[in-house]
């Protein structure tokens, strides 16, 4: 049977065996040496003592515990304490340890029933008597009425980052912020209601070029191909785009103008994208973990030619045909396949594409925290969220971002999706537990002891950085010169 036939029922339960169980805690070093996996156990739990011994309650010494899940050395941040003069969590009452609560009538939050039920929790009919909730979108009536020991899974100040338009704003502020900072995965984009970044795109247009290069309009605050709109190389709605869309028109207020990505990576010659999730586990302080995913493949052949349709630039809900997906070894195996992969020098050309998927997330969590990732806004002490983001690769194996995306679709149309779900959310279930217990103890929330596939990428200011990386200025483009037009 293929990984990726059709599941004949969403509720199927998978083969209980679970990726925490295979973790082996090799080194608490900087650096992993060879021959480190047969370190005798006391002296892991040695030289844990040393290290939680001189680590201040104020800040954390970033070092990195090797953990080993099925072949492959993931490592996350040695200990993150709470920051110096917060109060103990509000314990939570007895009766309500070990609860949960979902929200009714929604097939899609059946894995997430399916992995509390699996870890042993208690499903409840009343939200007022959970320890965590999970509804699928935000409700603002939910929030006002938390108690401090509750934890749901939305965060209040989403809206900042999950419409387009603010999502560059808010990159665009830690840019200000961290001016050192390269956001090499976001695309070159420009706001149409800002008045500088107008007379920007004036200037791209007309002098730099930018008229032979296609780009995409984009409305901040559609999803699932909505509102975005292709522009061709020299057509007449690009050189009118700023006349079309006025700076005083209510209509222009989330639009945004991006360049298109070029020599795009395909599968055979269909255009994908890369569905990846990431975990707020905890906002204080701020831990976020991210978890691979899998493949979204479009309905029609891509071609970088034609830009007369802009269905058949877009991956999903293009409603030309059925979409395809792959797994996450599949999509392993079409990276290290690629016929540029020598010619780049890459050695492990998987770690350099999922590098740039978590550094991405890691400074979105890092852009967002004042606005987004914080308790400042919420009636319960601390807070957790599931989230998705989409990339797309070019043929250099550079990463681009799409978009963050709040609410994911846990759909089980494929078999492959029941085991990808059943392994992720029965380990975030862990996470959230483990965590929940240390915050009410005061303890250090790093580093985890059941972390499964999911990775440390940003904890309480320290973010993972993908060191050594560089991108190349030198880019193909699908740019149409001036004489071909003519």
């Known amino acids: 049977m293929s990984v990726r036939q059709r599941a004949t029922s969403s509720s199927r339960e998978c083969g209980s065996s679970d990726r925490h169980n295979d973790i082996e805690v090799l080194k608490y070093s900087k650096k992993s040496k060879k021959g480190d996996s047969n370190l005798p156990f006391f002296f892991v739990g040695l030289m844990g003592v040393c290290i939680l011994s001189v680590v201040t309650l104020k800040s954390a010494t970033i070092m990195n515990p090797m953990i080993m899940i099925r072949g492959t050395t993931f490592s996350q941040p040695n200990v993150m304490m709470l920051p110096k003069g917060v109060k103990r969590f509000t314990s939570t009452p007895e009766v309500s340890k070990h609860t949960y609560w979902v929200e009714k009538n929604k097939k899609i939050n059946e894995p997430i029933i399916r992995a509390f039920r ?33 934890r749901v899974n939305h965060l209040p100040g989403f809206r900042f980052w999950n419409d387009k338009d603010t999502f560059v704003e808010g990159f665009k502020e830690y840019e200000l912020r961290e001016p050192g900072k390269n956001h090499y995965f976001n695309p070159e984009t420009y706001r149409l209601n800002v008045k500088e970044e107008r007379n920007q795109v004036h200037k791209v247009l007309t002098e730099e070029g930018g008229m032979s290069r296609p780009w995409v309009l984009k409305q901040g605050n559609v999803n699932q191909g909505k509102g975005i709109t292709i522009m061709a190389p020299r057509s007449d709605n690009l050189a009118s785009v700023l006349e079309d869309n ?91 396949n690629h016929n540029l992969v020598a010619d780049l020098g890459l050695s492990d050309p998987v770690g350099h594409v999922r590098n740039q998927f978590k550094q991405a997330i890691a400074e979105t969590a890092a852009a967002f925290r004042d606005k987004s990732f914080n308790s400042k806004n919420m009636v319960e002490e601390n807070g957790i969220a599931f989230y998705g983001a989409d990339f797309i690769l070019d043929q250099d194996l550079d990463v681009y971002y799409l978009e963050p995306q709040m609410g994911c679709g846990l759909d089980e149309d494929y078999n492959f999706r029941v085991v990808m779900h059943d392994q992720m959310f029965r380990t975030m279930v862990d996470i959230l537990g483990e965590i929940l217990k240390r915050e009410e103890k005061g303890e250090s929330l790093l580093p985890l002891k059941q972390i499964g596939k999911w990775q440390v990428v940003y904890a309480n200011g320290w973010v993972f950085n993908y060191d050594g990386y560089k991108r190349s200025k030198e880019k193909r483009d699908c740019s149409v010169p001036e004489e071909q037009t003519k």
């Not at 929790?121 to 006002?144: C, G, H, M, R």
């Open 118 to 150: 699996h870890r042993n929790w208690i499903k409840v009919n009343n939200y007022e008597d959970a320890q965590f909730l999970w509804t699928y979108s935000p409700n603002d009536d939910l929030w006002k009425e938390l108690k401090p020991w509750q």
């Open 246 to 336: 006025p700076l005083d028109s209510d209509e222009t207020e989330k639009l945004i103008l991006q360049r298109y990505v070029c020599n795009e990576l395909t599968w055979g010659r269909r255009k994908y994208d890369v569905r990846m999730f990431w975990l707020i586990a905890s906002v204080d302080p701020l831990l976020v973990l991210y978890h691979d995913g899998y493949v979204r493949i479009g309905n029609s052949n891509y071609d970088e030619t034609d830009f007369s349709n802009t269905r058949a630039h877009l991956t999903t809900h293009t409603r030309l045909a059925e979409e395809g997906k792959a797994t996450w070894d599949e999509f392993e195996n079409h990276v290290r």
